[in-house]
């Protein structure tokens, strides 16, 4: 089936530093990616969507200066978090749509620690 | 009111029960229902996916999907310990591309 690969799984970074998280879609095209944002115990929360080649749609209250999103081709996009500070800290997950299949494809998540 | 709603549990069965799953949602265009595994601090996995009304099987998992009453199920026989774990339900509209999430379901299955 087809695997949606997130790196890293985890990172611990001090505060005001920025981190960037990398999914890569393995054996087909994503040319959308989903971001969520999962606290514990709690649902996805959906953060953005991004579109290979076009500007990424913020959901309403997440800062789009501090979630940089970028989609450069159909087989990876990223989100950096930017001047990360503590409340950051969280889990990211990525997903994707594959073509044709009604179901969509989750990265591993990453759980993103600021100190 | 949010457009899917789950009880978020915890809901904790005994090895071998039969397990059931529940979803109501509010939004009338939802056409694709889905059902996601979740495994501590790990990315959901894609259960079941069924497309408007009716059952679908395969293997110790059924999903169901009652439009008239806008009620999302999912069946587990026989019920293992590896099947601990939060269960998402999910659903989206014909062309919209975005998903909407209850809040999962934590599933414990005592040996």
């Known amino acids: 089936g087809a695997v949606v690969s997130q790196h890293p799984s985890r990172v611990i970074c001090k505060s005001g530093t920025s981190v960037k998280i990398e999914c890569r879609s393995l054996?087909?095209?994503?040319?959308?990616m989903f971001w969520y944002r999962q606290f514990p115990k709690q649902s996805l929360m959906l953060m953005a969507t991004s579109n290979e080649g076009s500007k990424a749609t913020y959901e309403q209250g997440v800062e789009k200066d501090k979630f940089l999103i970028n989609h450069a081709s159909l087989t990876l996009s990223t989100l950096t978090v930017t001047s990360a500070h503590p409340e950051d800290s969280s889990f990211y997950i990525c997903?994707?749509?594959?073509?044709?299949?009604?179901?969509?494809?989750f990265g591993s998540g990453t759980r993103l620690t600021v100190v | 009111q949010k457009e899917v709603e789950q009880d978020p549990g915890p809901l904790s069965v005994p090895e071998g029960a039969i397990v059931s799953l529940n979803c109501t949602y509010s939004?009338?265009?939802?056409?694709?229902f889905m059902w996601y595994r979740q495994y501590s601090r790990k990315g959901p996995e894609l259960l079941m996916y069924t497309y408007s009304s009716g059952n679908k099987e395969d293997g110790r998992f059924t999903a169901q999907v009652d439009k008239s009453s806008k009620y999302i199920s999912l069946f587990i026989r026989d019920s293992q310990p590896s099947d601990s774990a939060t269960y998402l339900c999910g659903s989206r509209a014909f062309g919209n591309e975005k998903l909407t999430f209850g809040t999962g379901t934590r599933l414990t299955i005592i040996p």
């Open positions: 939004n009338s265009a939802f056409q694709y």
């Open positions: 054996d087909f095209q994503a040319t959308t």
């Open positions: 997903s994707a749509p594959e073509g044709g299949h009604y179901g969509y494809t």
